[in-house]
């Protein structure tokens, strides 16, 4: 198996019920923590899963962000 396609494997989530890689957002929540809680549907079959997103890390010895 070739390299990309075995990062092209290992990314991104699947249904566990189809093993489809397209989702489509219902629903987005910011918590309280940081994190972003997102409702998906996948796109074959209907099934429904929630995903949890860390924000981008901030490097502080970045200028960007002096």
């Known amino acids: ?6 990062r092209r494997d290992g990314l991104g989530i699947r249904c566990p019920q189809c093993g489809c890689r397209h989702f489509k957002t219902t629903h987005t929540e910011p ?6 809680r997102r409702r998906k549907a996948c796109r074959h079959c209907g099934r429904k899963l929630v995903t949890f997103e860390a924000p981008p890390a901030v490097n502080p010895s970045s200028d960007r962000y002096l």
């Open 1 to 6: 198996m070739k390299q990309s396609q075995a």
């Open 31 to 36: 918590l309280r923590d940081g994190r972003i």
